[in-house]
């Protein structure tokens, strides 16, 4: 009999370079704008549903590139005190991916919506700070919440916990792709976050999101004005062509006071 072949698996799907212009540009755009037109797109739900920021209302503004880690249960035999080694081990691959963050990346932590113990702690958590990555979300709980919270870092969880991870998590895999809050998060993502949401862009739509948003924040800056005024909803919004036409010569004009 020949001998069994082996399939090669196929080659994991490369992300579309993202600049730090484009990061800088989609960081000043709101959620609601990015949700819509991502929605026209035919993205239906890439928003982290579940997830609050421990900086509260004051939670800043950010994108980067999302840099993926994905748990597994943990096992008694495997994930016991002695992983915290002083050296790099196979068996604490937490460690390792938080040392390979990179400035403009934002850490995506799949915890399988359990928040049981914690997906890491202030530690961790400033030590990929001082790296240069912009965030961290997971849909489990962070410790330290406290201590997080009063840092001027975004910090994104389902809850806040004090047991310890080796509880009922085990780092299985870096940079794979994963289920964050239910929301497919590939490496190299866009994962943008205000104060309200952490939305995912896939890779490749990211400078045209920066475009498109940038021009329906403008326009709804100005719509909000008339709203504000007194105006009705009705051609105002969603804008019908004519609406369209009076902010683009209001535009034009200066912006003047309404």
Excluded at 153 to 161: D, E, K
Excluded at 238 to 258: D, I, K, N, Y
Aim: glycine share 6%; proline share 9%.
């Amino acid at each position: 009999m020949p001998p069994p072949v082996t399939p090669t698996p196929p080659p994991r799907r490369a992300p579309t370079p993202v600049s730090d212009a484009v990061l800088a540009r989609l960081a000043r755009i709101s959620s609601g704008s990015l949700t819509t037109q991502l929605f026209k797109k035919g993205f239906r739900q890439p928003v982290m549903v579940g997830l609050r920021p421990l900086q509260g209302a004051a939670a800043p503004r950010f994108a980067g590139r999302a840099f993926t880690m994905r748990m597994i249960p943990a096992r008694e035999d495997i994930d016991t005190y002695a992983t915290l080694t002083t050296t790099p081990n196979a068996d604490n691959l937490q460690w390792v991916g938080v040392e390979q963050v990179q400035p403009g990346d934002v850490m995506v932590i799949d915890s399988r919506r359990d928040t049981s113990a914690a997906s890491m702690g202030n530690m961790l958590v400033t030590r990929m700070m001082k790296r240069g990555a912009v965030a961290v979300v997971t849909d489990g709980a962070f410790r330290d919440g406290s201590e997080l919270a009063a840092m001027a870092f975004p910090t994104w969880s389902a809850g806040i916990t004090a047991t310890t991870r080796l509880s009922y998590h085990h780092v299985a895999d870096l940079q794979v792709p994963v289920s964050c809050a239910g929301v497919a998060v590939y490496p190299g993502d866009v994962i943008h976050g205000d104060a309200d949401n952490i939305t995912v862009v896939p890779s490749h739509l990211a400078a045209e999101m920066a475009d498109l948003c940038e021009a329906q924040d403008d326009l709804e800056a100005y719509l909000a004005l008339r709203v504000q005024r007194g105006e009705a909803l009705w051609g105002l919004y969603p804008p019908s062509a004519e609406t369209r036409e009076q902010h683009r010569q209001w535009v034009a004009a200066g912006r003047p006071a309404l």
